[in-house]
Protein backbone atom coordinates (compact mmCIF):
# COMPACT_ATOMS: atom_id res chain seq x y z
CA UNK A 1 0.00 0.00 0.00
CA UNK A 2 1.68 3.41 -1.06
CA UNK A 3 -0.15 5.19 1.54
CA UNK A 4 -1.42 4.32 5.20
CA UNK A 5 -3.25 5.59 7.70
CA UNK A 6 -2.03 4.81 11.43
CA UNK A 7 -3.59 4.32 14.61
CA UNK A 8 -3.55 7.05 17.10
CA UNK A 9 -5.94 7.84 19.92
CA UNK A 10 -7.21 11.25 19.25
CA UNK A 11 -5.70 12.10 15.43
CA UNK A 12 -4.33 10.30 12.65
CA UNK A 13 -0.89 8.95 12.05
CA UNK A 14 -0.01 9.21 7.84
CA UNK A 15 2.31 6.95 6.32
CA UNK A 16 3.76 6.90 2.77
CA UNK A 17 5.97 5.19 1.13
CA UNK A 18 7.49 5.18 -2.53
CA UNK A 19 10.89 3.92 -4.77
CA UNK A 20 11.61 7.62 -4.95
CA UNK A 21 11.04 10.77 -2.91
CA UNK A 22 8.48 11.88 -5.85
CA UNK A 23 6.47 8.58 -5.45
CA UNK A 24 6.51 9.01 -1.63
CA UNK A 25 5.29 12.40 -1.45
CA UNK A 26 2.31 11.35 -4.05
CA UNK A 27 0.96 8.79 -2.28
CA UNK A 28 1.47 10.83 1.01
CA UNK A 29 -0.84 13.60 -0.41
CA UNK A 30 -3.22 10.81 -2.21
CA UNK A 31 -3.50 9.80 1.35
CA UNK A 32 -4.49 13.22 2.51
CA UNK A 33 -6.86 14.01 0.21
CA UNK A 34 -9.17 10.90 0.71
CA UNK A 35 -9.33 11.85 4.29
CA UNK A 36 -10.62 14.89 3.71
CA UNK A 37 -13.37 14.25 1.25
CA UNK A 38 -14.43 11.17 -0.55
CA UNK A 39 -12.90 12.03 -3.40
CA UNK A 40 -15.19 10.16 -5.91
CA UNK A 41 -17.56 12.90 -5.76
CA UNK A 42 -15.29 15.66 -6.60
CA UNK A 43 -14.71 16.64 -10.38
CA UNK A 44 -11.11 17.09 -11.45
CA UNK A 45 -11.73 20.22 -13.75
CA UNK A 46 -9.36 22.70 -12.34
CA UNK A 47 -5.53 22.12 -11.83
CA UNK A 48 -3.94 24.29 -8.90
CA UNK A 49 -0.21 24.40 -8.44
CA UNK A 50 1.28 23.68 -5.15
CA UNK A 51 4.97 24.12 -3.78
CA UNK A 52 7.02 23.57 -1.15
CA UNK A 53 10.20 23.63 0.45
CA UNK A 54 12.15 22.59 4.05
CA UNK A 55 15.54 21.83 4.95
CA UNK A 56 15.35 18.00 4.80
CA UNK A 57 13.04 15.67 2.93
CA UNK A 58 10.93 14.45 5.92
CA UNK A 59 10.30 18.40 6.61
CA UNK A 60 9.00 18.53 2.95
CA UNK A 61 6.70 15.80 3.44
CA UNK A 62 4.66 17.74 6.16
CA UNK A 63 5.26 21.25 4.19
CA UNK A 64 3.99 19.92 1.45
CA UNK A 65 1.00 18.74 3.11
CA UNK A 66 -0.06 21.79 4.57
CA UNK A 67 0.71 23.19 1.52
CA UNK A 68 -2.40 21.25 0.25
CA UNK A 69 -4.37 22.09 3.65
CA UNK A 70 -3.79 25.80 2.88
CA UNK A 71 -4.59 25.64 -0.87
CA UNK A 72 -7.84 24.33 -0.34
CA UNK A 73 -8.66 26.89 1.87
CA UNK A 74 -7.41 29.80 -0.28
CA UNK A 75 -9.24 28.48 -3.61
CA UNK A 76 -12.29 27.04 -2.02
CA UNK A 77 -11.59 23.97 -3.83
CA UNK A 78 -11.52 20.53 -2.83
CA UNK A 79 -9.45 18.16 -4.84
CA UNK A 80 -9.19 14.66 -6.79
CA UNK A 81 -5.87 13.80 -7.77
CA UNK A 82 -2.11 15.14 -7.76
CA UNK A 83 0.00 14.46 -9.55
CA UNK A 84 4.03 15.41 -8.44
CA UNK A 85 6.04 17.25 -10.74
CA UNK A 86 9.03 17.89 -8.99
CA UNK A 87 10.86 16.87 -5.67
CA UNK A 88 14.92 17.62 -5.32
CA UNK A 89 17.43 19.19 -3.08
CA UNK A 90 18.52 22.52 -4.75
CA UNK A 91 21.47 24.35 -2.79
CA UNK A 92 20.70 22.12 0.06
CA UNK A 93 17.40 22.48 0.90
CA UNK A 94 14.29 20.20 -0.55
CA UNK A 95 11.56 21.74 -2.93
CA UNK A 96 8.54 20.19 -4.55
CA UNK A 97 5.79 20.77 -6.78
CA UNK A 98 2.61 19.22 -7.95
CA UNK A 99 -0.62 19.76 -9.75
CA UNK A 100 -3.95 18.99 -7.45
CA UNK A 101 -6.99 18.66 -9.93
CA UNK A 102 -10.52 19.16 -8.44
CA UNK A 103 -13.24 21.72 -8.37
CA UNK A 104 -15.16 24.83 -6.18
CA UNK A 105 -16.21 23.87 -3.10
CA UNK A 106 -20.02 22.41 -3.50
CA UNK A 107 -21.67 21.05 0.28
CA UNK A 108 -24.44 19.94 -2.21
CA UNK A 109 -22.49 17.11 -4.29
CA UNK A 110 -19.24 17.11 -2.03
CA UNK A 111 -19.43 14.14 0.66
CA UNK A 112 -17.11 16.04 3.22
CA UNK A 113 -15.39 13.82 6.10
CA UNK A 114 -13.22 15.45 8.30
CA UNK A 115 -10.98 18.40 8.55
CA UNK A 116 -7.18 18.21 9.18
CA UNK A 117 -6.17 20.90 10.78
CA UNK A 118 -1.97 20.63 10.34
CA UNK A 119 0.64 17.97 9.30
CA UNK A 120 3.03 17.98 12.19
CA UNK A 121 6.10 16.61 13.65
CA UNK A 122 4.48 14.32 15.29
CA UNK A 123 5.56 10.98 15.30
CA UNK A 124 8.13 12.16 12.79
CA UNK A 125 9.93 9.31 10.45
CA UNK A 126 11.77 10.20 6.81
CA UNK A 127 14.01 7.55 6.09
CA UNK A 128 15.52 6.13 2.80
CA UNK A 129 15.48 2.54 2.40
CA UNK A 130 17.09 -0.25 -0.09
CA UNK A 131 13.56 -0.10 -1.43
CA UNK A 132 12.92 3.35 -1.78
CA UNK A 133 11.62 6.01 0.99
CA UNK A 134 9.19 6.14 3.94
CA UNK A 135 7.61 8.93 5.23
CA UNK A 136 5.27 9.63 8.31
CA UNK A 137 4.03 12.22 10.55
CA UNK A 138 0.22 12.71 12.69
CA UNK A 139 -1.84 14.83 11.60
CA UNK A 140 -3.81 16.95 13.55
CA UNK A 141 -7.89 16.35 13.83
CA UNK B 1 12.72 -0.44 34.13
CA UNK B 2 9.02 -1.13 32.73
CA UNK B 3 6.70 1.81 33.10
CA UNK B 4 5.19 0.55 35.92
CA UNK B 5 7.84 0.49 38.26
CA UNK B 6 8.76 4.40 37.45
CA UNK B 7 6.04 5.56 38.63
CA UNK B 8 5.13 6.47 42.68
CA UNK B 9 1.65 6.95 44.32
CA UNK B 10 1.38 10.33 46.02
CA UNK B 11 -2.48 9.59 47.03
CA UNK B 12 -5.43 7.91 45.05
CA UNK B 13 -5.23 10.17 42.65
CA UNK B 14 -1.80 11.59 41.80
CA UNK B 15 0.75 9.54 40.67
CA UNK B 16 4.45 10.52 39.74
CA UNK B 17 7.30 9.27 37.36
CA UNK B 18 10.46 10.40 39.33
CA UNK B 19 13.24 12.49 37.22
CA UNK B 20 15.07 10.27 34.89
CA UNK B 21 17.33 9.97 32.16
CA UNK B 22 17.02 13.79 30.55
CA UNK B 23 13.83 14.66 32.40
CA UNK B 24 14.80 18.08 34.51
CA UNK B 25 11.54 17.44 37.08
CA UNK B 26 9.23 14.74 37.69
CA UNK B 27 6.42 13.67 35.23
CA UNK B 28 2.85 13.76 37.71
CA UNK B 29 -0.72 12.31 36.92
CA UNK B 30 -3.66 12.99 38.16
CA UNK B 31 -5.58 9.64 37.52
CA UNK B 32 -6.87 6.80 39.62
CA UNK B 33 -5.34 3.33 39.63
CA UNK B 34 -7.85 2.30 37.25
CA UNK B 35 -6.70 5.33 34.30
CA UNK B 36 -2.65 4.27 34.94
CA UNK B 37 -3.18 1.15 34.26
CA UNK B 38 -4.53 1.97 30.95
CA UNK B 39 -1.97 4.32 30.24
CA UNK B 40 1.09 2.03 31.39
CA UNK B 41 -0.55 -0.58 29.34
CA UNK B 42 -0.83 1.88 26.14
CA UNK B 43 3.10 2.38 27.11
CA UNK B 44 3.72 0.10 24.84
CA UNK B 45 2.81 1.37 21.56
CA UNK B 46 4.66 3.73 19.46
CA UNK B 47 2.61 6.74 20.16
CA UNK B 48 1.67 6.94 24.04
CA UNK B 49 0.80 10.06 26.44
CA UNK B 50 3.29 8.51 29.27
CA UNK B 51 6.06 8.97 26.82
CA UNK B 52 4.95 12.33 25.62
CA UNK B 53 4.62 13.94 29.34
CA UNK B 54 7.88 12.38 30.52
CA UNK B 55 9.21 13.86 27.02
CA UNK B 56 8.06 17.70 28.45
CA UNK B 57 9.70 16.86 31.29
CA UNK B 58 13.34 16.97 29.37
CA UNK B 59 12.35 20.97 28.18
CA UNK B 60 14.82 23.30 29.31
CA UNK B 61 13.51 25.66 32.66
CA UNK B 62 10.68 23.77 33.33
CA UNK B 63 8.97 24.34 36.79
CA UNK B 64 7.93 21.61 39.49
CA UNK B 65 6.68 19.06 36.78
CA UNK B 66 5.06 18.19 33.61
CA UNK B 67 1.62 17.60 34.59
CA UNK B 68 -1.40 15.75 33.33
CA UNK B 69 -4.96 16.13 34.03
CA UNK B 70 -7.65 12.41 34.61
CA UNK B 71 -8.27 12.99 30.68
CA UNK B 72 -4.91 12.93 29.50
CA UNK B 73 -4.58 10.93 26.50
CA UNK B 74 -1.94 11.17 23.13
CA UNK B 75 -1.34 14.19 21.94
CA UNK B 76 1.49 15.54 19.15
CA UNK B 77 4.71 16.36 21.14
CA UNK B 78 2.63 16.98 24.29
CA UNK B 79 -0.02 14.78 25.69
CA UNK B 80 -3.52 16.13 25.79
CA UNK B 81 -4.65 17.31 28.95
CA UNK B 82 -0.74 18.59 29.67
CA UNK B 83 0.36 21.56 31.61
CA UNK B 84 3.95 23.11 31.59
CA UNK B 85 4.99 26.13 33.54
CA UNK B 86 8.64 27.54 32.24
CA UNK B 87 10.83 30.35 33.85
CA UNK B 88 10.75 32.71 31.73
CA UNK B 89 14.49 33.91 31.71
CA UNK B 90 15.59 29.52 31.51
CA UNK B 91 12.53 28.26 29.69
CA UNK B 92 11.19 27.99 26.54
CA UNK B 93 8.09 27.91 24.17
CA UNK B 94 7.14 25.41 22.27
CA UNK B 95 4.77 24.99 19.30
CA UNK B 96 3.11 21.53 20.80
CA UNK B 97 2.34 23.14 23.86
CA UNK B 98 -0.46 25.18 22.22
CA UNK B 99 -1.01 23.29 19.37
CA UNK B 100 -2.18 24.18 15.56
CA UNK B 101 -5.58 24.83 17.34
CA UNK B 102 -4.67 28.19 19.26
CA UNK B 103 -6.87 29.26 21.88
CA UNK B 104 -9.35 26.52 21.25
CA UNK B 105 -12.14 26.65 23.95
CA UNK B 106 -15.47 26.57 25.44
CA UNK B 107 -18.19 29.47 25.34
CA UNK B 108 -20.88 28.89 28.20
CA UNK B 109 -24.33 31.00 27.52
CA UNK B 110 -27.19 30.44 30.19
CA UNK B 111 -30.41 31.55 29.27
CA UNK B 112 -34.17 32.91 30.63
CA UNK B 113 -35.41 29.34 29.21
CA UNK B 114 -36.07 26.18 31.30
CA UNK B 115 -36.68 22.96 29.79
CA UNK B 116 -39.86 22.83 29.32
CA UNK B 117 -40.24 26.20 27.42
CA UNK B 118 -38.16 23.93 24.65
CA UNK B 119 -40.81 21.16 24.65
CA UNK B 120 -42.12 20.12 21.29
CA UNK B 121 -39.74 22.89 19.88
CA UNK B 122 -36.45 20.76 19.86
CA UNK B 123 -36.50 19.63 15.96
CA UNK B 124 -37.28 23.49 14.94
CA UNK B 125 -34.31 24.82 17.07
CA UNK B 126 -32.03 22.18 15.84
CA UNK B 127 -32.79 22.82 12.07
CA UNK B 128 -32.50 26.56 12.27
CA UNK B 129 -29.35 25.74 13.92
CA UNK B 130 -28.25 23.60 11.64
CA UNK B 131 -29.05 26.33 8.68
CA UNK B 132 -27.67 29.97 10.99
CA UNK B 133 -24.38 28.19 12.23
CA UNK B 134 -21.25 27.46 9.46
CA UNK B 135 -20.12 24.59 10.60
CA UNK B 136 -18.56 21.27 8.74
CA UNK B 137 -14.80 21.16 6.17
CA UNK B 138 -15.40 23.69 3.61
CA UNK B 139 -18.37 25.72 5.33
CA UNK B 140 -17.73 29.51 5.38
CA UNK B 141 -19.01 32.35 7.74
CA UNK B 142 -21.18 35.20 6.59
CA UNK B 143 -18.66 37.37 7.48
CA UNK B 144 -16.46 38.25 4.62
CA UNK B 145 -13.17 40.44 5.96
CA UNK B 146 -10.58 41.76 4.23
CA UNK B 147 -6.73 41.67 4.94
CA UNK B 148 -6.89 44.46 7.10
CA UNK B 149 -10.07 43.68 9.00
CA UNK B 150 -8.05 40.85 9.66
CA UNK B 151 -5.51 42.65 11.08
CA UNK B 152 -8.09 44.18 13.43
CA UNK B 153 -9.27 41.02 14.62
CA UNK B 154 -5.80 39.66 15.51
CA UNK B 155 -5.55 42.74 17.15
CA UNK B 156 -8.87 43.54 18.98
CA UNK B 157 -9.92 39.86 19.20
CA UNK B 158 -13.71 39.38 20.57
CA UNK B 159 -13.65 43.30 21.08
CA UNK B 160 -13.48 44.20 17.70
CA UNK B 161 -16.52 41.80 16.37
CA UNK B 162 -18.82 43.02 19.48
CA UNK B 163 -17.79 46.47 17.52
CA UNK B 164 -19.31 45.17 14.09
CA UNK B 165 -22.52 44.39 16.28
CA UNK B 166 -22.12 40.29 17.29
CA UNK B 167 -22.52 40.29 20.32
CA UNK B 168 -22.44 42.59 23.06
CA UNK B 169 -20.03 44.09 25.57
CA UNK B 170 -21.53 42.43 28.46
CA UNK B 171 -20.49 39.52 26.42
CA UNK B 172 -16.54 40.69 27.16
CA UNK B 173 -16.27 41.04 31.23
CA UNK B 174 -17.29 37.10 30.86
CA UNK B 175 -14.80 36.07 28.55
CA UNK B 176 -10.94 34.84 29.98
CA UNK B 177 -8.78 37.63 29.39
CA UNK B 178 -11.77 40.31 28.17
CA UNK B 179 -11.55 38.45 24.72
CA UNK B 180 -8.47 40.36 23.61
CA UNK B 181 -4.75 39.37 24.54
CA UNK B 182 -1.97 42.38 24.50
CA UNK B 183 1.30 41.64 22.58
CA UNK B 184 -0.52 40.44 19.50
CA UNK B 185 1.49 41.67 16.67
CA UNK B 186 -0.30 40.95 13.07
CA UNK B 187 2.61 41.57 11.32
CA UNK B 188 4.24 38.30 12.35
CA UNK B 189 1.81 36.31 10.83
CA UNK B 190 1.95 35.19 7.20
CA UNK B 191 -0.63 36.16 4.74
CA UNK B 192 -1.63 32.78 3.90
CA UNK B 193 -2.77 32.46 7.37
CA UNK B 194 -4.95 35.80 7.27
CA UNK B 195 -6.32 35.10 3.68
CA UNK B 196 -6.66 31.42 4.67
CA UNK B 197 -9.31 33.18 7.88
CA UNK B 198 -10.93 35.86 5.58
CA UNK B 199 -14.17 33.75 5.10
CA UNK B 200 -13.76 31.26 8.46
CA UNK B 201 -14.71 34.16 11.24
CA UNK B 202 -17.72 32.48 12.69
CA UNK B 203 -17.38 28.75 11.60
CA UNK B 204 -17.35 25.73 14.16
CA UNK B 205 -14.75 23.73 11.77
CA UNK B 206 -15.51 19.90 12.48
CA UNK B 207 -13.96 17.03 14.44
CA UNK B 208 -14.77 17.75 18.00
CA UNK B 209 -16.10 20.57 17.90
CA UNK B 210 -19.81 21.59 18.72
CA UNK B 211 -22.84 23.71 19.74
CA UNK B 212 -24.81 22.01 22.19
CA UNK B 213 -28.23 23.07 23.81
CA UNK B 214 -28.14 21.55 27.59
CA UNK B 215 -30.32 21.48 30.36
CA UNK B 216 -29.16 21.63 34.01
CA UNK B 217 -30.02 18.49 35.48
CA UNK B 218 -27.92 18.32 39.08
CA UNK B 219 -26.80 21.25 41.11
CA UNK B 220 -23.76 20.62 43.49
CA UNK B 221 -23.00 23.90 45.15
CA UNK B 222 -25.67 26.42 45.74
CA UNK B 223 -23.63 29.25 46.42
CA UNK B 224 -21.26 28.96 43.22
CA UNK B 225 -24.21 28.02 41.45
CA UNK B 226 -25.97 31.39 42.33
CA UNK B 227 -22.58 33.45 41.44
CA UNK B 228 -22.98 31.60 38.18
CA UNK B 229 -26.63 32.02 37.45
CA UNK B 230 -27.57 28.68 37.54
CA UNK B 231 -30.72 26.66 38.20
CA UNK B 232 -31.86 23.24 38.02
CA UNK B 233 -33.90 22.69 34.59
CA UNK B 234 -32.24 25.99 33.32
CA UNK B 235 -31.27 25.85 29.68
CA UNK B 236 -27.61 26.87 29.06
CA UNK B 237 -25.49 26.55 25.68
CA UNK B 238 -22.27 25.45 25.26
CA UNK B 239 -19.91 26.00 21.82
CA UNK B 240 -16.37 24.75 21.55
CA UNK B 241 -14.33 25.78 18.80
CA UNK B 242 -11.00 27.66 18.36
CA UNK B 243 -8.77 30.02 15.55
CA UNK B 244 -9.95 28.08 12.71
CA UNK B 245 -7.46 27.92 9.39
CA UNK B 246 -5.88 31.09 10.75
CA UNK B 247 -4.21 29.02 13.96
CA UNK B 248 -3.57 26.25 11.64
CA UNK B 249 -1.57 28.08 9.43
CA UNK B 250 0.48 29.97 12.39
CA UNK B 251 1.25 26.74 14.08
CA UNK B 252 2.37 25.23 10.28
CA UNK B 253 4.33 28.44 9.59
CA UNK B 254 6.30 28.60 13.38
CA UNK B 255 7.01 24.62 13.33
CA UNK B 256 9.88 24.97 10.69
CA UNK B 257 10.98 28.40 11.96
CA UNK B 258 11.08 26.66 15.67
CA UNK B 259 13.00 23.92 14.03
CA UNK B 260 15.40 26.25 12.96
CA UNK B 261 15.60 27.98 16.53
CA UNK B 262 15.95 24.26 18.44
CA UNK B 263 18.72 23.48 16.53
CA UNK B 264 20.58 27.70 16.77
CA UNK B 265 20.52 27.35 20.77
CA UNK B 266 21.31 23.75 20.95
CA UNK B 267 18.42 22.93 22.65
CA UNK B 268 17.93 18.50 22.23
CA UNK B 269 14.81 17.52 22.15
CA UNK B 270 13.36 14.19 22.43
CA UNK B 271 10.80 14.29 19.94
CA UNK B 272 10.56 17.02 16.84
CA UNK B 273 7.39 18.03 17.57
CA UNK B 274 8.84 19.92 20.54
CA UNK B 275 10.57 21.95 18.60
CA UNK B 276 10.75 25.37 21.03
CA UNK B 277 13.27 28.87 21.49
CA UNK B 278 13.92 30.40 24.37
CA UNK B 279 11.38 31.93 26.03
CA UNK B 280 13.14 36.03 25.55
CA UNK B 281 14.85 35.03 21.86
CA UNK B 282 13.60 36.80 18.95
CA UNK B 283 12.64 33.95 17.62
CA UNK B 284 10.37 32.68 20.79
CA UNK B 285 9.13 36.67 21.56
CA UNK B 286 8.01 36.31 17.88
CA UNK B 287 6.36 33.13 18.09
CA UNK B 288 4.39 34.24 21.26
CA UNK B 289 3.00 37.53 19.44
CA UNK B 290 2.17 35.27 16.99
CA UNK B 291 0.26 33.28 19.08
CA UNK B 292 -1.11 35.95 20.73
CA UNK B 293 -2.98 37.12 17.54
CA UNK B 294 -4.12 33.50 16.60
CA UNK B 295 -5.75 33.53 19.98
CA UNK B 296 -7.34 36.77 19.71
CA UNK B 297 -8.37 35.25 16.54
CA UNK B 298 -10.44 32.09 18.54
CA UNK B 299 -11.71 35.16 20.54
CA UNK B 300 -13.28 36.88 17.37
CA UNK B 301 -14.44 33.39 16.56
CA UNK B 302 -16.54 31.89 19.54
CA UNK B 303 -17.70 35.69 19.70
CA UNK B 304 -19.69 35.69 16.27
CA UNK B 305 -20.82 32.02 16.87
CA UNK B 306 -22.66 33.43 20.00
CA UNK B 307 -24.05 35.80 18.28
CA UNK B 308 -25.50 32.76 15.44
CA UNK B 309 -26.67 31.12 18.83
CA UNK B 310 -28.53 33.67 19.48
CA UNK B 311 -30.43 34.31 16.50
CA UNK B 312 -31.20 30.99 15.74
CA UNK B 313 -32.88 31.19 19.04
CA UNK B 314 -34.72 34.27 17.94
CA UNK B 315 -35.37 32.90 14.61
CA UNK B 316 -36.80 29.62 15.45
CA UNK B 317 -38.47 30.39 19.10
CA UNK B 318 -38.39 34.61 19.30
CA UNK B 319 -36.66 34.26 22.20
CA UNK B 320 -34.72 37.39 22.59
CA UNK B 321 -30.66 38.17 22.52
CA UNK B 322 -31.01 39.76 25.92
CA UNK B 323 -32.37 36.42 27.57
CA UNK B 324 -29.35 34.63 26.05
CA UNK B 325 -25.81 35.80 28.27
CA UNK B 326 -22.05 34.53 28.19
CA UNK B 327 -21.86 33.30 31.76
CA UNK B 328 -17.82 32.33 31.21
CA UNK B 329 -15.66 31.28 28.38
CA UNK B 330 -11.96 30.06 28.82
CA UNK B 331 -9.50 28.16 26.45
CA UNK B 332 -7.62 24.90 26.74
CA UNK B 333 -4.81 25.47 23.91
CA UNK B 334 -2.77 28.31 25.39
CA UNK B 335 0.50 29.66 26.24
CA UNK B 336 0.42 32.98 28.61
CA UNK B 337 2.22 34.34 31.23
CA UNK B 338 1.09 34.55 34.55
CA UNK B 339 1.53 35.06 38.56
CA UNK B 340 1.87 31.25 40.51
CA UNK B 341 3.26 30.76 43.92
CA UNK B 342 6.40 28.15 43.38
CA UNK B 343 8.39 27.62 46.49
CA UNK B 344 6.57 30.42 48.57
CA UNK B 345 7.78 32.75 45.85
CA UNK B 346 5.08 34.53 43.81
CA UNK B 347 6.96 34.35 40.08
CA UNK B 348 5.87 35.43 36.60
CA UNK B 349 5.82 32.17 34.66
CA UNK B 350 4.79 31.15 30.70
CA UNK B 351 2.26 28.21 31.06
CA UNK B 352 1.49 26.04 28.61
CA UNK B 353 -1.92 24.46 28.36
CA UNK B 354 -2.36 21.57 26.15
CA UNK B 355 -5.91 20.12 26.08
CA UNK B 356 -6.28 21.82 29.91
CA UNK B 357 -8.04 24.55 30.94
CA UNK B 358 -7.01 27.67 33.28
CA UNK B 359 -8.83 26.71 36.64
CA UNK B 360 -8.22 30.05 38.36
CA UNK B 361 -9.34 29.59 42.56
CA UNK B 362 -11.12 32.15 44.47
CA UNK B 363 -9.41 35.83 44.33
CA UNK B 364 -7.66 35.86 41.63
CA UNK B 365 -7.76 39.13 40.45
CA UNK B 366 -8.02 38.02 36.54
CA UNK B 367 -11.67 36.51 37.53
CA UNK B 368 -14.70 38.88 36.93
CA UNK B 369 -16.10 40.48 40.26
CA UNK B 370 -19.27 38.25 40.25
CA UNK B 371 -17.35 35.56 40.25
CA UNK B 372 -14.06 36.03 42.39
CA UNK B 373 -15.74 35.23 45.66
CA UNK B 374 -16.25 31.31 44.70
CA UNK B 375 -13.08 30.78 41.76
CA UNK B 376 -13.67 30.76 37.74
CA UNK B 377 -15.61 28.59 36.24
CA UNK B 378 -14.29 25.49 34.25
CA UNK B 379 -16.06 23.98 31.28
CA UNK B 380 -16.03 20.31 30.88
CA UNK B 381 -17.64 19.44 27.47
CA UNK B 382 -18.75 15.77 27.60
CA UNK B 383 -19.85 14.04 24.39
CA UNK B 384 -23.00 14.06 22.10
CA UNK B 385 -25.11 11.22 24.55
CA UNK B 386 -23.21 12.18 28.24
CA UNK B 387 -22.91 15.36 30.41
CA UNK B 388 -20.79 18.42 30.57
CA UNK B 389 -19.98 19.90 33.65
CA UNK B 390 -19.73 23.47 35.13
CA UNK B 391 -17.07 23.21 37.91
CA UNK B 392 -15.11 25.58 40.09
CA UNK B 393 -11.05 26.16 40.09
CA UNK B 394 -10.23 25.87 44.02
CA UNK B 395 -6.61 27.05 46.06
CA UNK B 396 -5.26 23.66 45.93
CA UNK B 397 -5.47 23.75 42.13
CA UNK B 398 -3.88 26.93 42.52
CA UNK B 399 -0.85 25.69 44.55
CA UNK B 400 -0.60 21.97 42.61
CA UNK B 401 -1.42 22.71 38.83
CA UNK B 402 -0.43 25.94 38.14
CA UNK B 403 -4.23 26.88 38.51
CA UNK B 404 -5.71 24.21 35.62
CA UNK B 405 -7.53 21.05 35.32
CA UNK B 406 -9.52 19.48 32.62
CA UNK B 407 -10.84 19.83 29.58
CA UNK B 408 -13.25 16.98 28.31
CA UNK B 409 -13.59 13.55 28.83
CA UNK B 410 -10.52 12.65 26.86
CA UNK B 411 -10.48 9.93 24.03
CA UNK B 412 -10.25 6.26 24.57
CA UNK B 413 -10.93 4.66 20.82
CA UNK B 414 -8.67 5.86 17.31
CA UNK B 415 -10.87 7.86 15.56
CA UNK B 416 -10.49 4.64 12.88
CA UNK B 417 -11.88 2.50 15.42
CA UNK B 418 -15.12 4.57 16.64
CA UNK B 419 -15.97 4.92 12.67
CA UNK B 420 -16.16 1.03 12.97
CA UNK B 421 -17.88 0.37 15.71
CA UNK B 422 -20.34 3.13 15.20
CA UNK B 423 -22.29 3.92 12.40
CA UNK B 424 -23.87 6.93 12.22
CA UNK B 425 -26.62 6.36 11.87
CA UNK B 426 -27.38 4.46 14.39
CA UNK B 427 -26.10 6.40 16.96
CA UNK B 428 -27.96 9.18 16.02
CA UNK B 429 -31.09 6.89 16.08
CA UNK B 430 -29.83 6.06 19.95
CA UNK B 431 -29.32 9.33 21.04
CA UNK B 432 -32.61 10.43 20.00
CA UNK B 433 -34.20 7.50 22.26
CA UNK B 434 -32.15 8.97 24.54
CA UNK B 435 -33.65 12.60 23.86
CA UNK B 436 -30.97 14.22 22.29
CA UNK B 437 -31.14 15.38 18.62
CA UNK B 438 -28.01 15.49 16.44
CA UNK B 439 -27.31 17.70 13.16
CA UNK B 440 -24.39 16.74 11.54
CA UNK B 441 -22.58 18.34 8.32
CA UNK B 442 -20.33 14.94 7.74
CA UNK B 443 -21.03 11.33 8.83
CA UNK B 444 -17.54 10.68 9.67
CA UNK B 445 -17.96 13.14 12.48
CA UNK B 446 -20.50 11.32 14.41
CA UNK B 447 -19.44 8.39 14.22
CA UNK B 448 -15.58 9.73 15.35
CA UNK B 449 -17.28 11.13 17.88
CA UNK B 450 -19.27 8.78 18.91
CA UNK B 451 -19.82 8.58 23.26
CA UNK B 452 -18.51 5.28 23.21
CA UNK B 453 -15.25 7.04 21.85
CA UNK B 454 -14.62 8.78 24.92
CA UNK B 455 -13.47 7.71 28.32
CA UNK B 456 -16.09 8.16 30.95
CA UNK B 457 -16.76 11.58 31.34
CA UNK B 458 -18.69 11.25 34.90
CA UNK B 459 -15.72 9.03 36.06
CA UNK B 460 -12.99 11.50 34.72
CA UNK B 461 -14.51 14.36 36.12
CA UNK B 462 -14.46 12.59 39.88
CA UNK B 463 -10.96 11.95 39.98
CA UNK B 464 -10.03 16.27 39.53
CA UNK B 465 -12.57 16.90 42.24
CA UNK B 466 -11.48 14.01 44.78
CA UNK B 467 -7.73 15.12 44.24
CA UNK B 468 -9.23 18.75 44.86
CA UNK B 469 -8.39 20.56 42.00
CA UNK B 470 -11.73 21.42 40.83
CA UNK B 471 -14.86 21.17 43.15
CA UNK B 472 -18.33 20.41 40.97
CA UNK B 473 -20.62 23.28 40.73
CA UNK B 474 -23.39 21.68 38.19
CA UNK B 475 -24.00 19.13 35.35
CA UNK B 476 -25.26 19.40 31.78
CA UNK B 477 -27.54 17.11 30.14
CA UNK B 478 -27.39 17.50 26.51
CA UNK B 479 -30.94 17.83 24.44
CA UNK B 480 -29.51 19.42 21.10
CA UNK B 481 -26.01 19.03 19.24
CA UNK B 482 -24.61 20.51 16.35
CA UNK B 483 -21.53 19.13 14.72
CA UNK B 484 -19.37 19.61 11.67
Known sequence: MPYEYLEHQADIGLEATGATVEEALRDGVTGLLNLLVDVETVEPREEVTVQASAEDAGALFVSLLNAVLATIDLRGMFFREFRITRAEQVNGRWIAEGVLAGEPIDLSRHAVEI??????????????????????????? | MSVKAQVRKIHDYLYEIPPQGRMRVPARLFVDERALRELTEQSSQEWNALEQLKNVATLPGIQKAAMAMADIHPGYGF???????FDPKEGV???AGVGFDINCGVRCLRTTLFRKDLEGKEERLADTMYQVIPAGLGSTGELKLSTKEI????R???????GLGYGRADDLTYIEETGRLPDADPSVVSTTAKQRQLAQVGTLGSGNHYVEVQVVDQVYDAEAAEAYGLELGQIVIMLHTGSRALGHQIGTDYLPFLDKATKKYGIEVPDRELVC????SPEGRQYYRAVMAGANCAFANRQVLAHLVREAFWKALQVPDTAIETLYEVAHNTVKFEVHEVDEER?????????????????RPELPERYRAVGQPVLVGGTMGTASYILRGTELGMRETFGTALHGAGRAKSRRAAKKAYPADEIVRRLREQGVIVRAHGKASI?????????????????????GIVARVARLRPIICLKG
Open chain 2, 156 to 162: EGAHYVV
Open chain 2, 151 to 154: DQVL
Open chain 2, 447 to 467: SEEAPGAYKDVDHVVDVMCNA
Open chain 2, 79 to 85: PIGGVAA
Open chain 2, 277 to 280: APIE
Open chain 2, 347 to 363: RRLLVHRKGSTRAFGPG
Open chain 2, 93 to 95: ISV
Open chain 1, 115 to 141: EVKAATYGGFLAEQTDRGWRFRCILDI
